[in-house]
């Protein structure tokens, strides 16, 4: 990450390179303490990202401030790619995209997760387009510093609620494809259950900590966006997919199973998505050529995650620090 970082292309004296490594252990500090180009902020003690951040904003004096994870790389000339947004005074944040390095070893757990993100990159470009991002990736992404307002300590989405507070103040959040970070992908789909599972607990946080955003009079387009694209997804989709079982058996008893009623074919079809989610766990550990396979296998334990999200956020306590998830090697 520090080679990644000097490596940048952004001009030095315009650029400020600030570590926070509360927490951290294994001797990040101390070699961050070698590099005299580098700000470092540390404490013992881990209480959380959103602990860190809180503490170490009010010390920055630059009017933009860029956000990245310590385990991610950004491309080149991802910097001026991001930076050059902020010519336009309505936009308040930019949110870069977030890759995962695809390998031909991967299985169902960094095959899903990439096809993920390329289709939650594809949503965000749409959202842009039409008025604003919903949300950020923590992974990389930007703000003007005199919009950012302190968090909750105990927020769990912390690049999602800074970057939505800030929208809340009627500015857009811009969304740059060309501004990426990489990572692995989880190393397991037990891994990836456990950060989805995180997210989701998160996710219906947010939806009552972010509740004025619900307000079509305060927020009009802002307020559909979130609505159709995080609203629904943490909570009526998931529920709708596990419903449609008993439903769907329901509406085709009514017609004697007759395989020319639309509700015995759509029967059909979910006993057919539900062989492929077989499928695609019998072979989740396999190296497989058609990485689509996995895809309803990914799309179940999802939405499988967002139940258990709710279920976690309702009934105990989800931590604000991020326990690490196990990531496939870069190779």
């Not at 387009?129 to 989405?157: H, M, N, W």
Request: net charge positive.
């Amino acid at each position: 990450k520090i080679k990644n970082t000097a490596s940048l292309s952004y001009p030095s004296e315009k650029l400020k390179v600030v570590w926070v490594t509360d927490g951290s252990d294994d001797g990040s500090p101390e070699l961050l303490k070698t590099f005299q180009q580098v700000s470092l902020f540390h404490e013992d003690e881990r209480k959380g990202k959103i602990h860190a951040i809180n503490r170490v904003m009010p010390y920055i004096d630059s009017p933009i401030v860029i956000f990245s994870d310590a385990n991610t790389l950004i491309n080149k000339d991802g910097i001026k790619k991001i930076v050059a947004h902020f010519s336009n005074p309505k936009v308040g944040c930019v949110s870069g995209e977030k890759r995962i390095l695809n390998k031909k070893s991967d299985a169902a757990s960094g095959s899903g997760e990439g096809m993920y993100w390329r289709y939650e990159s594809t949503l965000k470009k749409w959202d842009a387009q039409l008025y604003s991002a919903v949300g950020a990736a923590g992974e990389l992404f930007a703000i003007r510093s005199v919009l950012f307002k302190a968090v909750p300590s105990d927020t769990i989405l912390d690049d999602f609620i800074i970057s939505l507070s800030i929208a809340k103040q009627g500015y857009t959040i811009a969304y740059e494809p060309q501004a990426y970070a990489t990572e692995t992908g989880s190393a397991t789909i037990a891994e990836e259950l456990k950060r989805k599972v995180r997210i989701a607990a998160g996710g219906i946080q947010s939806i009552v900590r972010m509740r004025s955003l619900l307000n079509f009079f305060h927020h009009p387009v802002l307020s559909f966006q979130y609505i159709s694209h995080r609203v629904l997804r943490w909570t009526v989709t998931p529920l709708a997919l596990f419903a449609l079982i008993p439903i769907n058996v329901y509406l085709a008893y009514q017609v004697n199973f007759t395989l020319t009623s639309i509700y015995s074919l759509l029967l059909l079809f979910q006993i057919c998505f539900y062989c492929f989610v077989w499928i695609g766990k019998v072979l989740q550990n396999k190296k497989v050529k058609r990485k689509f396979i996995f895809i309803p296998y990914y799309f179940f334990i999802m939405n499988w995650s967002v139940i258990l999200g709710i279920i976690r956020y309702l009934f105990f306590e989800q931590s604000v620090r991020w326990e690490r998830a196990e990531r496939g090697l870069n190779s």
